[in-house]
């Protein structure tokens, strides 16, 4: 991508209304515009890293498998009457008529459509366990929304719902969706924490909530200190039995301030006790029948009879989860992106832009890096070299390669690693075959 075709509004001073750095890099660097209180448009800057960050996740749920479909934003509330939500969920639920006054809202959640969708289209025991999953834009009508796309009103979710036929089948699922959300989070370059976690307006008893440690979190929460390091399992596991897994991590004390017993949390050693403020950026839930039961989602069982399904549901932040990687990953120039999900892999700085040499160069290299896969934004516009400096470090590209007039007179350029700050001289072409 060339800067000069590019749209990428930075801005110089910090954005007044932003309180917490994520939201102010966001705006600073033109990831996103705000075009109504908690509403953002995605410029492409912004877009390129939900879109990383949507692939990761895609990926991972596949592999503990989950089945991708697509469901609408817009619902009718009858389908929320059937379940009993419609009256309790309140104004966090934007409520809309369609011409013909049909009650219809925009979803904020999709245990209902994902419920009626299942017992319109499975019939037998046979067909599961099954897992279903969207990423799908929702809408809450937060009484507060701020902080960017940390609390948005319009953000996207993947939401992913699992259907078995007992009890001890479905926490497998529940077990399946575990570890595949600490592998998601680790790709992201983050450290979650499973938490034990109130149900609040889905419901039923066993739940954990992901939380990245954050002084600008909106959670208080408790946790042994040995959670925030533990790697995550990795694919490599035996996906049929979790349990060992699973079971590793919640037997140390974690928990949400909802959740959170002071006892318990006093028995934990002094020196491992950690109270601290996290970012939700997953949840996950087993309700068993709460939505199958008055929907009537049944199979027919081993015996013939017909039985309730037990239910699960799995929610990941995606929009959140940019502000909740910036807030981990930033230094005073601005943000630094893990590679996983930067929105380029290497920022080409052609420091004298209608040099023949310098230009000949920089197309080569573009050509090159392009052609092996990489994502490359090349800075061809005639700023200062000081001004592209300070603009590449603040969209925190991971690789800045650096070509000017006189080191490229001598085959020389430049490769700066923007999260350890360091830039060294090297030869053009083996810059470049480290490159691709
Ligand atoms: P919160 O406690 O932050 O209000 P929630 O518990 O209401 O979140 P869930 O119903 O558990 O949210 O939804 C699943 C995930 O969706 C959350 O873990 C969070 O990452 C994300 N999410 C929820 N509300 C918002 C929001 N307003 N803006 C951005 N992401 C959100
Ligand atoms: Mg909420
Ligand atoms: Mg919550
Ligand atoms: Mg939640």
Not at 123 to 144: A, G, T, V
């Amino acid at each position: 991508m060339r800067l000069s075709r590019y749209l990428l509004p930075l801005l110089k001073e910090n954005p007044s209304e932003a309180q917490i750095v994520s939201h102010r890099l966001m705006l600073r660097t033109g990831m996103i515009r705000q075009e109504a209180a908690g509403i953002y448009a995605w410029l492409p800057l912004g877009l390129r890293v939900l879109r990383k960050i949507e692939k990761i996740v895609h990926e991972e749920m596949q592999r503990a498998g989950a089945v991708e479909l697509l469901m609408p934003t817009l619902q009718l509330a009858d389908l929320w009457r059937e379940s009993g939500r419609y009256d309790d969920y309140g104004q966090e639920m934007l409520r809309i008529k369609d011409r013909h006054e049909r009650e219809m809202l925009y979803g904020p959640t999709n245990e209902e459509m994902i419920t009626e969708i299942f017992r319109g289209t499975v019939k037998s025991y046979k067909d599961l366990p099954m897992n279903l999953y969207h990423i799908q834009w929702k809408f809450r009508d937060e009484q507060r929304p701020r902080f960017g796309v940390m609390r948005g009103r319009e953000f996207l979710m993947k939401d992913a719902y699992s259907f078995d036929i007992d009890e001890v089948s479905a926490r497998k699922a529940y077990n399946r969706m575990f570890i595949a959300y600490l592998n998601t989070f680790s790709r992201l370059g983050l450290k979650a924490v499973p938490m034990r976690a109130d149900t609040g307006p889905i419901g039923g008893d066993l739940s954990h909530e992901f939380i990245i440690l954050a002084e600008t979190g909106e959670s208080a929460v408790f946790c042994h200190k040995d959670l925030v390091d533990m790697p995550a399992p990795g694919a490599d596991v035996d996906w049929d039995d979790l349990q060992g897994l699973v079971d590793q991590r919640t037997s140390l004390y974690a928990a949400t301030e909802e959740m959170h017993d002071e006892a318990a949390f006093n028995a934990v050693p002094a020196d491992k006790q950690l109270s601290a403020r996290g970012i939700e950026v997953g949840h996950i839930f087993y309700f068993g029948e709460k939505y199958s039961a008055p929907m009537g989602a049944k199979v027919s069982g081993p015996d013939g009879s017909q039985v309730n399904v037990h239910m699960g549901s799995y929610g990941v932040g995606v929009s959140r989860l940019i502000g909740g990687i910036i807030e981990a990953s930033h230094d005073e120039a601005g943000i630094i992106w893990p590679e996983s999900v930067a929105p380029f892999d290497v920022a080409l700085i052609n420091l004298r832009v209608g040099d023949e040499a310098c230009d000949a160069a920089c197309d080569k290299a573009y050509k090159a890096l392009t052609a092996a896969g990489r994502d490359v934004l090349y800075h061809d516009t005639d700023d200062r070299p000081g001004a592209k400096f300070a603009s590449m470090d603040l969209i925190g590209i991971p690789w800045q390669l650096i070509i000017g007039p006189k080191g490229i007179a001598e085959g020389q350029v430049e490769i700066k690693h923007r999260a350890t700050g360091e830039r060294h001289t090297a030869a053009f072409d083996a810059v470049l075959e480290q490159l691709t």
